[in-house]
């Protein structure tokens, strides 16, 4: 997907990493949207433990988007983990806590800002030589069109580190970087992963239904306070993992400090709850008895019956549709095989283990739609279900039944919910009369399911304004976050505007918080004129070139929280230097309606930063620099 490059910044005298991404996906629809917006992103985040991306842009010779990183000298984490493999040697396990607790200090700061990693392995840590921890590849997967590579077949993610619900095709959340740093952790402390197989598929499938062995069951001499957190970091449902990263680093170092720490009760997928074990160091001799947890509902595998050729035609059968569906691409026909109508837990014994392939193919296979073949698997695992209940039951007229509502269905097992991640200013900051302008928010889903299709952004009440262009709301996945820009006309009088509106879908649903929009119409602000010193006689100089126009600073000079809207405001200031000494600052993007007068407001939810790209322009001259300002208080957000 992307090839790495060393690269040396003399200007700078330093060494930078240039990450250029593969051609092809240029040419996708909406990737120079994806591709920006994730880049900005990720260039704002300042993390000790999160490499820096200085830069990003397009090159049209090659037809390929890069961008320019901070170069960190050092092995991966897959690379330390060959080397130990060949040598027989095992992390130590005050080492391999260390490290992961990096990492989830990065994954936490990040989750914050409503980013989500998506494929954490070893290969994207690395150690600097002074041991320091830093995790890339930040943004990257939700770069690639998920809606594409869906309908091929194709996953993004590494199926040795892919949490379950990642595997059945789904987007993933805060909790499945969690799940893929478990792995991670589990392979440290024990050099081997948890899960193999021969194929990627296989490998998923593992990750979805088959039960996790305990670290103890491999090396035993990993405390069991430690193996705890493991196996609830390792959990099959997102909903019995630990909530964020930081719960879970925080744990695992009380762990490793030999504090007791007690495993919530699991929840099973018919909704009952089973009893867990609270581990004390005192019981460590005890015996190694486990209990294998449930797989999430929709995964585990089917109960076929037990009839004479049942062992062989259902296991045929089941090995026929998991070869078409693997080459098909169908993840959903797939999870509908997979569900069962009441799901077991089963208890396993530790298996013999043996060396694990290396399968971090990031991408799985793309192949040709085979959709006979489903079909035909399909109508012969209903014809058995139908010859059973055939066999086992008397014949009953059917009644007649309404035709369900599929769609009513679907979004009553939903939660739509929508979070501001930021709240732009209008600018500029007094409009004239007529003049048009663009308000922009920056929103997340944060329900369960995609947002609806019919979603739209509607007034709600206060003072009525022309609308220029109205915003097309995309149905957002869960934890993705993307912008809304509404284009409105000013009115013709001289007055504060206020007015609210808010997301709505079927009839007339809201969806989410509602969002203010806040503009003054006047005249706009004049320098007053200042007073012409005597000019004094000055050398002859030969002029030079002009240098294009640099920011050398942003600060803030005032900033205040509005308790009412929970939102925080603040007057920035840009310093440049270069071309002709006369600077017109632009916020985003270059446009009329983009001018950043200095001095100006901007704003953000409490406890958010202010993220953003400056633009100068000085002498038919541009530079731009991405600024991050985080909120004030810290101390109110813990």
């Not at 992390?91 to 989750?111: D, F, G, N, Q, W």
Request: hydrophobic share 40%.
């Amino acid at each position: 997907m992307a090839e790495v490059y060393k690269a040396y910044h003399p200007g700078l005298d330093r060494y930078v990493a240039i990450k250029v991404l593969h051609s092809f996906l240029a040419d996708e629809e909406g990737f120079l949207t994806r591709f920006q917006r994730e880049a900005k992103i990720v260039a704002a985040f300042r993390h000790p433990n999160i490499v820096q991306v200085y830069d990003f842009d397009f090159d049209p010779e090659t037809n390929s988007y890069y961008m320019v990183m901070e170069f960190v000298d050092g092995p991966n984490l897959k690379a330390i983990l060959r080397d130990q493999t060949n040598q027989n040697e095992v992390m130590p396990l005050e080492e391999a806590v260390r490290i992961v607790v990096a990492v989830a200090s990065a994954l936490h700061y990040a989750h914050q800002y409503g980013m989500v990693h998506r494929d954490v392995k070893p290969a994207n840590i690395i150690l600097t030589q002074k041991g320091q921890v830093i995790l890339s590849d930040f943004g990257i997967a939700r770069m690639v069109n998920t809606n594409t590579l869906t309908a091929s077949g194709a996953m993004v993610g590494t199926p040795a580190y892919m949490a379950p619900e990642q595997g059945m095709g789904q987007a993933g959340d805060e909790r499945s970087d969690i799940y893929s740093l478990g792995v991670v952790l589990y392979q440290l402390a024990t050099n081997r992963l948890p899960f193999d197989a021969d194929t990627p598929l296989g490998i998923v499938l593992k990750h979805i239904n088959t039960p996790l062995t305990p670290p103890t069951a491999v090396h035993p001499a990993i405390p069991l306070n430690v193996e705890t957190v493991m196996m609830r970091a390792l959990a099959k449902s997102p909903d019995d993992r630990y909530a964020t990263a930081q719960d879970f680093a925080t744990d695992l170092e009380r762990a490793l400090a030999g504090e007791s720490i007690a495993l919530p009760k699991p929840t099973s997928s018919a909704g009952e709850r089973l009893d867990a074990t609270i581990i004390s160091p005192n019981e460590q001799s005890a015996s190694q008895e486990w209990t294998a947890t449930a797989p999430p509902a929709g995964a585990a595998l089917r109960s076929f019956p037990k009839w004479p050729f049942a062992l062989g035609g259902a296991a045929a059968l089941l090995i026929l549709i998991t070869l078409v569906l693997f080459t098909t691409g169908m993840t959903d026909r797939l999870a509908a095989l997979l569900s069962p109508s009441t799901p077991t837990p089963t208890v396993v014994r530790p298996p013999t283990l043996t060396p694990t392939p290396d399968v971090e193919d990031t991408m799985a296979i793309l192949s040709t739609q085979v959709a006979a073949g489903v079909d035909a698997a399909l109508s012969t695992r209903d014809a058995l279900a139908t010859y059973q209940a055939t066999i086992n039951a008397p014949t009953v007229t059917p009644s007649p039944t309404a035709t369900p509502d599929g769609t009513a269905t679907a979004r009553a097992a939903c939660t739509f919910e929508m979070q501001l991640v930021s709240d732009r200013p209008v600018l500029p900051a007094i409009l004239t009369p007529g003049q048009r302008f663009i308000k922009r928010w920056s929103v997340k889903n944060s329900g369960t399911c995609a947002w609806p299709t019919d979603t739209q952004l509607v007034f709600v009440s206060g003072d009525q304004t022309t609308v220029v262009t109205e915003p097309k709301i995309e149905p957002l996945r869960p934890g993705e976050t993307t912008e809304i820009r509404l284009t409105l006309q000013a009115p013709a009088s001289y007055a504060v505007y206020n007015s609210v509106w808010q997301l709505e879908y079927g009839e007339e649903i809201r969806l989410g918080e509602e969002l203010n929009i806040t503009f003054q119409v006047g005249q706009t602000p004049t320098v007053p004129p200042t007073e012409t010193p005597t000019a004094t006689p000055t050398p002859e100089v030969t002029t030079g070139p002009l240098y294009a126009p640099q920011i050398t600073r942003y600060g803030m000079t005032y900033w205040r929280l509005d308790e009412d809207t929970q939102m925080w405001h603040a007057n920035i200031t840009i310093d440049a230097v270069g071309g002709d000494g006369t600077f017109t600052f632009y916020l985003d993007e270059i446009n009329e309606n983009n001018v950043f007068v200095n001095g100006s407001q901007l704003s953000a939810q409490k406890c958010r930063p202010l993220i953003g790209t400056f633009y100068v322009l000085s002498a038919g001259q541009v530079s731009k620099m991405q600024f991050w300002i985080p909120y004030p208080d810290a101390t109110a957000c813990e």
